[in-house]
């Protein structure tokens, strides 16, 4: 039976609402959806080419470059098709062809802002930082984005880092051309390539370590391992670079990934001395240094009676994660955040605490190995760092919430060490508001370095903290008291009424959100989005609210930055108790207090929209007088 108009426009708008929620990791139940959609009409370009986004996510390639072929025989200027495609070929290593599509997707559609953002950032993934530069300063010409400007800067220190490199703008091209013919598994054409470059630019590294790869590609191990002194001898200022690019290998072809490669897992102790203070993690070989053991016993009862109307009253207990610091000379961070030795092994304890795939990594828990696609077909960048290093990104650092609860609380741990003046390590581009974060907690810019997510980094020397909260259930003890510096030292005398909206984010839709905040508003409740703020502005808003309503989600993250005990009011879905969890573990540790109601899920459509991602309904009936209960709250706290 033909589904009615307005059945088919509701069905395609929860399509297009699961594709959002999962755009980023990419997701079966997405996939799904957009088969659903194609179902209805196969020749649409704009399921099909989501189609193939998500088959790239999931890292079915060569489905996903037939599903985007068909999209642009029908449509050649499709542009989204073509930016995918781009996407597609920058994870192959297919440089000149990614090239050609981006330059055409911006000829046809370079006026929208999306576009600008889309081909800057993919020509940011393939090193070509002058072009990114220039595309995401149009971009933001075109209007204010929180995000973009992370992009931007990013952009902008790559291209500094170019040129401290002895790099110039064609200089990337000629790398990209060597590059691809040893992707193509023809080194002895790359090998020229790599020569003529280092002997234009002897200082500029990736040229020797491409022309290493070339080498060992073609088993010529001698030659390969002779190339330091080679390097130092051309360009002596180098020498630091050279000790540290040629001093590990890290593959089957030197500094390149190889599917065959297998990387072991040892433990801590196996792995490293022990520290008897801060200052050993800079001498000497791998060691690591103890904060605390952790296991200390914590309950907390943060729940607040809403007499009568609000929901269970919950405690939360657990015992505190160890706070340690690792030192790795010649350390090799890997992707979103794997770290391997300089024998190239990985140590248990720092393996981030994520699915393996969320970092294109494969363990079966006493190896692990890499997808090199993920990597370039192994031709991902490589850059060289001779300075000491601070680890602060991961797997999970793209979120503002996770990245809020795992990654500044790292700077407490070393400067607990005595390391103040430690580089510190984010990913390229960094969460949007991380900088401003760093800087307000005394973090210069000189100090920051940039790891590209889909390369490696080697380190003459990385400090790797463990995971604040290696579970969402288990923090360290006193991890967040770093954000105390960033709540004023005054509660303001104005003290707002905070709804915090989720109106612009796609998955958990609270569908009636348009009602749910009308009320608010009319209870004096000033409804806001943070992630459209600027980190200044939301300082601002969050210096000392009265009270902080909303469905559940990442902003309550910013009551870190709060003085004066706001109490909240977390609306949620009768489908996520752990969430609940999270939240009563995240106000017992910054002392505050709050009260919450369920609201009913959604049933899953055909998509399987299920689980954490569903939509769901606020409890109008019960609203009113929980509104009431918490108002009475705040005005006594």
């Not at 604040?468 to 960033?486: E, F, H, M, Q």
Request: proline share 7%; with cysteine; hydrophobic share 45%.
């Amino acid at each position: 039976m033909t589904a009615s108009l307005p059945d088919e426009k509701a069905r395609r708008a929860a399509w297009r609402a699961i594709l959002a929620a999962h755009d980023k990791a990419g997701s079966p139940i997405a996939l799904a959806a957009a088969d659903e959609a194609l179902a209805l009409d196969p020749d649409d370009l704009e399921f099909l080419a989501a189609k193939g986004r998500q088959l790239i996510l999931l890292r079915r390639f060569a489905e996903a470059e037939a599903c985007l072929d068909q999209a642009l025989r029908r449509a050649p200027d499709h542009v989204t098709g073509r930016l995918h495609q781009a996407q597609l070929y920058v994870i192959q290593g297919r440089y000149e062809e990614a090239q050609g599509l981006i330059e055409g997707a911006v000829a046809v559609d370079g006026g929208r802002q999306l576009t600008l953002v889309r081909a800057g950032r993919l020509l940011q993934a393939m090193g070509r930082h002058l072009e990114a530069s220039r595309l995401l300063g149009q971009a933001m010409a075109s209007g204010p984005e929180p995000s973009l400007r992370a992009h931007h800067e990013a952009a902008l220190a790559g291209l500094a880092e170019d040129a401290e490199a002895g790099a110039e703008p064609g200089d990337k091209a000629a790398l990209q051309r060597a590059r691809e013919q040893l992707r193509r598994g023809l080194p002895a054409r790359a090998e020229p390539l790599f020569a003529a470059l280092v002997r234009e630019r002897p200082g500029f590294a990736p040229g020797w370590i491409g022309l290493r790869g070339a080498l060992e590609a073609q088993g010529r191990h001698g030659q390969a391992q002779a190339l330091k002194q080679a390097w130092i001898s051309a360009s002596p200022s180098s020498a630091p670079a050279a000790e540290i690019g040629m001093g590990r290998r890290l593959g089957g072809r030197g500094l390149v990934f190889d599917p065959r490669d297998r990387f072991p897992i040892r433990r801590l102790a196996e792995a490293t001395r022990q520290a008897r203070r801060g200052a050993d993690l800079l001498e000497g070989e791998d060691a690591c240094l103890v904060l605390d053991s952790g296991g200390a016993p914590v309950t907390y009862d943060p729940v607040v009676s809403l007499d009568g109307v609000g929901d269970d009253r919950l405690g939360v207990s657990y015992r505190t994660a160890p706070k340690h610091l690792v030192s790795l000379r010649n350390a090799a961070l890997v992707g979103e955040g794997v770290v391997l030795n300089q024998a190239g092994e990985l140590i248990s304890e720092l393996i981030p605490p994520s699915k393996p795939s969320k970092y294109a990594g494969v363990s079966d828990g006493g190896w692990m190995s890499f997808d090199p696609m993920r990597f370039h077909d192994g031709m991902g960048a490589v850059r060289l760092f001779d300075r000491p290093a601070l680890l602060m990104c991961g797997p999970t650092d793209a979120s503002f919430g996770d990245w809020i609860i795992n990654f500044p609380p790292r700077l407490a741990f070393a400067e607990a060490a005595g390391l103040d003046d430690l580089a510190i390590v984010l990913r390229r581009p960094p969460q949007a508001q991380a900088l401003d974060i760093l800087a307000a907690l005394g973090v210069t810019p000189e100090r920051i370095l940039f790891h590209d997510p889909d390369g490696v980094s080697l380190f003459s020397r990385l400090i790797v903290p463990s995971w604040p909260t290696p579970a969402k259930l288990a923090p360290s003890a006193g991890v967040y008291d770093i954000y105390r510096r960033l709540a004023p030292r005054t509660v303001p005398a104005e003290r707002p009424r905070l709804y915090l909206t989720r109106k612009n984010v796609a998955s958990r839709q609270m569908v009636n959100e348009d009602e749910v905040r009308d009320l608010f508003e009319r209870r004096g409740f000033r409804a806001v989005d943070p992630g459209s703020l600027t980190f200044a502005q939301v300082r601002e808003l969050f210096a000392g609210p009265a009270c902080v309503a909303g469905p559940f989600g990442s902003a309550f993250h910013n009551l870190a930055f709060s003085a004066g005990q706001p109490v909240s009011l977390v609306l949620l879905p009768d489908h996520t108790r752990r969430h609940l969890e999270e939240i009563a573990l995240w106000h017992g540790d910054l002392g505050l207090r709050f009260g919450y109601l369920w609201g009913p899920s959604l049933p899953g459509d055909g998509a399987g929209a299920k689980g954490r991602h569903a939509p769901w309904i606020a409890p109008l009936d019960r609203l009113n007088p929980a509104i009431d209960a918490i108002l009475d709250l705040a005005a006594k706290a």
